[in-house]
């Protein structure tokens, strides 16, 4: 690539005319919104080098690696490591406040949503999602902060969720030392969580793994919370909730826009897992999955979707679909989060706790 900056302003100029363009393709269902209505909703905006500028103010909150005296509620600590000397790449570490060295916790790689193109490990609503896993769990989780679009363009968040993986097997081995948190950990007891597009990310990231040997790390299980997938010919609940205030379908064409490689339409495989392409012979080696959705989600038909693909490669699932609902419930409903930590509690509980279960997860 040229990396003289006096092409900048063509490359800028080139990923504009390329995303208009792109814009004038839609299915004919979103033709009475235009993608300035999107960014709008989406609070992002182009700048004039091709990056975006992202609106949304949700606050990003450090880490609490000790306890503090102003927090007597605190439930759990955090720290920021990095992973990579060579790049900006790091992760988020939780561990329970009282978490003892005589019982090892599973650990949990953890992805945020976002639609590929919002938010950090660090926006205080995943912050506290993970917080709240780590204890209730309890686990250690590993929240992967990862690149994102346009600027990054996928495969590079699932290329990073899998550098992640590559880090905690090296910090299993003892590879140029270990974090002392991980003393509490178990990393024959490895869980996939994603929520929305972290779902999506965590998907491929399980399907990746398995041409790599990450021992002594087993991924024992994966955990999707509201996939965002997408495709061309629209699905039912797609149409239903054509317009919802939560996942539009009209913002949603921009964001996967946004998202997938500049060739690639909602056909991909990227974005619909269902189309065949590189992953379906990997399929039959996944470990077991957790599969939730709602009702009221637009794209709770996309993860109906991808259960019957699962099944009918004989992996094992526990699905949970809820009457009513909407996108990302878990964040603002606190009865709806106590109901998903529960359910996702009782499947790490009831998965790998036998050393030959989900064994060709590690292979």
Request: charged share 15%; hydrophobic share 40%; with cysteine.
């Amino acid at each position: 690539m040229d990396q003289n900056p006096k092409s900048w302003p063509a490359m800028a100029a080139y990923s504009i005319l390329m995303f208009l363009c792109l814009c004038q393709s839609w299915p004919a269902v979103n033709c009475q919104h235009t993608w300035q209505e999107a960014f709008t909703a989406l609070g992002i905006s182009y700048n004039s080098n091709g990056t975006l500028d992202r609106q949304i103010q949700i606050p990003m909150v450090n880490a609490t690696p000790s306890g503090d005296p102003n927090q007597p509620t605190l439930v759990a600590l955090s720290t920021d490591v990095r992973i990579s000397p060579l790049s900006k790449a790091f992760v988020r570490l939780y561990r329970p406040v009282n978490a003892s060295a005589n019982t090892k916790l599973p650990v949990i790689v953890y992805l945020h949503g976002g639609d590929f193109v919002l938010f950090s490990a660090s926006t205080v609503i995943f912050h506290n999602f993970c917080n709240n896993i780590a204890a209730q769990f309890p686990a250690i989780v590993v929240s992967v902060e990862y690149r994102l679009a346009p600027e990054n363009r996928l495969p590079a968040a699932y290329n990073d969720a899998l550098n992640a993986i590559f880090w905690l097997q090296s910090q299993a081995i003892g590879y140029s030392g270990r974090h002392p948190w991980f003393k509490y950990a178990k990393f024959s007891r490895v869980f996939l969580l994603g929520s929305s597009a972290g779902a999506n990310i965590v998907y491929h990231t399980a399907l990746r793994t398995l041409d790599f040997n990450i021992k002594p790390l087993k991924i024992r299980g994966v955990l999707l919370n509201q996939a965002f997938f997408g495709g061309i010919q629209n699905t039912s609940s797609e149409l239903r909730l054509l317009d919802d205030a939560y996942a539009p379908l009209y913002v949603c064409d921009v964001l996967w826009t946004l998202a997938l490689p500049t060739y690639a339409n909602k056909d991909h495989e990227f974005c619909n897992p269902l189309t065949g392409g590189s992953y379906l012979g990997r399929v039959p080696r996944l470990p077991r999955f957790f599969v939730k959705g709602n009702e009221g989600d637009p794209l709770v038909d996309r993860s109906k979707q991808l259960v019957q693909l699962l099944r009918a490669y004989q992996v094992p699932v526990v699905s949970k679909f809820d009457e009513g609902g909407y996108h990302g419930i878990e964040l603002s409903n606190t009865t709806a989060a106590t109901e998903l930590y529960t359910a996702m509690k009782n499947f790490i509980d009831s998965t790998g706790l036998t050393e030959d279960e989900n064994s060709h997860a590690s292979i």
